[in-house]
């Protein structure tokens, strides 16, 4: 069983800045893609930021320049980093992972976290 388990949201002022932590725990032989979502009461789920195994990064155009995704593999632990937050980027945050477990090497599954809120006030 793999569980994802998110840390680091809450309220902070416009301007200001939060870390999120999302740690992948359980029966996990290799971590694929490891990504940052966050939804709206009444919107869908959209992507805020992404990070493959190799590094490779991509974010959505309204967060460039304002959050970094990182991660630390030997933790298997991602990261998002927020500064600059906007009213705007009030949501709630979810950790998205791609990940191979030791029972079914041969398949990579789908895992989400529970989420996180992040309300930014103006």
């Known amino acids: 069983q793999v569980q994802l388990v998110e840390s680091g949201g809450g309220l902070v002022q416009a301007g200001g800045s939060l870390r999120l932590s999302c740690a992948a725990s359980?029966?996990?032989?290799?971590?694929?893609?490891m990504s940052w979502y966050r939804q709206v009461p009444g919107n869908q789920r959209e992507l805020v930021a992404g990070?493959?195994?190799?590094?490779?990064?991509n974010y959505a155009d309204s967060v460039k320049g304002r959050f970094t995704i990182s991660s630390d593999n030997a933790k298997n632990t991602v990261y998002l980093q927020m500064n600059s937050l906007k009213p705007e980027d009030t949501a709630v945050y979810y950790c998205?992972?791609?990940?191979?477990?030791?029972?079914?090497?041969?398949?990579?599954?789908?895992?989400w976290g529970q989420g996180t809120q992040v309300t930014v006030s103006s």
């Open positions: 998205h992972a791609e990940i191979t477990t030791y029972q079914a090497r041969g398949t990579m599954f789908s895992y």
């Open positions: 990070r493959t195994s190799g590094g490779s990064t």
């Open positions: 359980g029966s996990i032989f290799s971590i694929g893609r």
